[in-house]
């Protein structure tokens, strides 16, 4: 008997489980409805001044025209947008969650405390339109475009933007962490002063934008194309640049400890008053790169090439300079405190008053460097086994 009960509790349990997974893998079902009934569901039978937000979900809205409409106080979550025109339109505490607004267009609209989080706004178009507070969160923007659009006081945190076009916009007092932006052209954009932490953006195309005191902790722009960019006084703390290319990028006095920019090729660009400890900088390559007055202790810049490069007052001691190229650099006034020079190239580079207490040169490629005006160079190592030294 006890067998049998058990037997009968088990057939129940795995009949009633089954029902909620056929349940659950149910597709909703969408009430098929034309322009004219559209009009009248949202316009003639409801009329809403207050706060309550009736819902009407489950209608199939694709493909309608409500260019230049005024839509308040509505709950139009997980309806179907698909392909329709918002044109000039003015939406005003609506809800829109999970909506599914694929080819969807928004030129010219103005949308105001509306909540688009988790929405499908795959291939939609944002021409000259104003976000005002509004919730974006995990909604899917792929293949967007937007152009000249204005976000203010929004919410596109964990949103995806993969593929997405986004030019002169400006966004402000925005939340844009964990937004996922592979493969991206983004340009004359303002970013400044949002949160944008644990974002990536690799792969993208970055041109002529502001990220000025961001938070872009731990980001990612690895394989990343950043030409005249800036990014003065931003928060870069443990972000990946790796295979990057920077071309006229400014770190101005940006917080960057734990930066990665392992292979990148940093060319005219600012790196001067930068927090650049413990980054690794190995293989990479700086052309013409301002690096005066910035720290870089502790950093990794193995087979790094850094030619011609001033980087003067500069915090160097226990960096790693291993088998790097710093010929005709100049590192006047800086500290190199155990620094690692270990087979490098320092021909015909300067370290006039720098402090190389205890740096060691083993290896080094001495010909025509500087040494005679550096600090503690009795205490240095290495000379007796260095290539080209001559002894002051």
Same mark, same amino acid.
């Given at each position: 008997?006890?067998?049998?009960?058990?037997?009968?509790?088990?057939?129940?349990?795995?009949?009633?489980?089954?029902?909620?997974?056929?349940?659950?893998?149910?597709?909703?079902?969408?009430?098929?409805?034309?322009?004219?009934?559209?009009?009248?569901?949202?316009?003639?039978?409801?009329?809403?001044?207050?706060?309550?937000?009736?819902?009407?979900?489950?209608?199939?809205?694709?493909?309608?025209?409500?260019?230049?409409?005024?839509?308040?106080?509505?709950?139009?979550?997980?309806?179907?947008?698909?392909?329709?025109?918002?044109?000039?339109?003015?939406?005003?505490?609506?809800?829109?969650?999970?909506? *599914?607004?694929? @080819? =969807?267009? /928004?030129? !010219?609209?103005?949308? &105001? #405390? %509306?909540? +688009?989080?988790? $929405? *499908?706004?795959? @291939? =939609?178009? /944002?021409? !000259?339109?104003?976000? &005002? #507070? %509004?919730? +974006?969160?995990? $909604?899917?923007?792929? @293949? =967007?475009?937007?152009?000249?659009?204005?976000?203010? #006081?929004?919410? +596109?945190?964990? $949103?995806?933007?993969?593929?997405?076009?986004?030019?002169?916009?400006?966004?402000? #007092?925005?939340? +844009?962490?964990?937004?996922?932006?592979?493969?991206?052209?983004?340009?004359?954009?303002?970013?400044?002063?949002?949160?944008?932490?644990?974002?990536?953006?690799?792969?993208?195309?970055?041109?002529?934008?502001?990220?000025?005191?961001?938070?872009?902790?731990?980001?990612?722009?690895?394989?990343?194309?950043?030409?005249?960019?800036?990014?003065?006084?931003?928060?870069?703390?443990?972000?990946?640049?790796?295979?990057?290319?920077?071309?006229?990028?400014?770190?101005?006095?940006?917080?960057?400890?734990?930066?990665?920019?392992?292979?990148?090729?940093?060319?005219?660009?600012?790196?001067?008053?930068?927090?650049?400890?413990?980054?690794?900088?190995?293989?990479?390559?700086?052309?013409?790169?301002?690096?005066?007055?910035?720290?870089?202790?502790?950093?990794?810049?193995?087979?790094?090439?850094?030619?011609?490069?001033?980087?003067?007052?500069?915090?160097?001691?226990?960096?790693?300079?291993?088998?790097?190229?710093?010929?005709?650099?100049?590192?006047?006034?800086?500290?190199?405190?155990?620094?690692?020079?270990?087979?490098?190239?320092?021909?015909?580079?300067?370290?006039?008053?720098?402090?190389?207490?205890?740096?060691?040169?083993?290896?080094?490629?001495?010909?025509?460097?500087?040494?005679?005006?550096?600090?503690?160079?009795?205490?240095?190592?290495?000379?007796?086994?260095?290539?080209?030294?001559?002894?002051?």
């Amino acid at each position: 008997m006890y067998k049998l009960l058990r037997l009968f509790t088990f057939v129940f349990v795995a009949i009633f489980y089954s029902g909620c997974a056929l349940l659950s893998n149910e597709q909703p079902r969408y009430e098929q409805i034309d322009q004219e009934q559209a009009f009248s569901i949202l316009f003639d039978e409801h009329q809403f001044t207050n706060d309550v937000l009736p819902s009407m979900s489950q209608y199939d809205f694709s493909g309608m025209d409500f260019s230049h409409v005024k839509l308040s106080f509505y709950n139009l979550g997980f309806n179907q947008f698909s392909s329709t025109n918002f044109t000039s339109a003015n939406l005003n505490k609506v809800i829109l969650h999970a909506g *599914n607004f694929e @080819n =969807a267009v /928004f030129d !010219n609209a103005t949308l &105001i #405390n %509306v909540d +688009l989080s988790g $929405a *499908n706004l795959k @291939n =939609a178009s /944002f021409i !000259n339109t104003r976000f &005002i #507070n %509004v919730n +974006l969160k995990g $909604a899917d923007l792929s @293949n =967007a475009r937007m152009e000249h659009a204005l976000v203010s #006081n929004s919410d +596109l945190s964990k $949103a995806v933007l993969n593929d997405t076009i986004i030019k002169h916009s400006k966004f402000e #007092n925005s939340k +844009l962490n964990h937004v996922v932006m592979f493969y991206s052209q983004v340009d004359s954009c303002d970013f400044s002063g949002n949160n944008i932490k644990f974002s990536n953006w690799s792969g993208s195309k970055i041109t002529n934008s502001k990220f000025i005191n961001s938070i872009l902790e731990r980001s990612k722009f690895d394989y990343s194309s950043l030409e005249n960019n800036n990014f003065t006084a931003s928060v870069l703390v443990n972000s990946s640049w790796q295979k990057a290319k920077l071309n006229k990028v400014s770190l101005f006095q940006s917080n960057a400890i734990g930066l990665r920019l392992t292979g990148a090729t940093i060319i005219d660009s600012d790196f001067s008053s930068a927090d650049l400890r413990e980054t690794l900088l190995e293989e990479s390559e700086f052309v013409n790169t301002n690096i005066n007055n910035s720290n870089l202790e502790l950093s990794k810049l193995n087979y790094s090439k850094l030619e011609n490069i001033d980087m003067i007052n500069t915090l160097l001691s226990k960096a790693n300079f291993y088998r790097a190229s710093l010929k005709n650099s100049n590192l006047q006034e800086s500290k190199a405190k155990w620094t690692s020079f270990v087979m490098s190239d320092l021909s015909n580079a300067s370290f006039d008053n720098t402090d190389i207490h205890k740096a060691d040169f083993r290896g080094a490629n001495l010909l025509n460097t500087k040494l005679k005006q550096a600090k503690n160079l009795k205490y240095a190592i290495g000379f007796d086994k260095a290539d080209n030294y001559n002894s002051p």
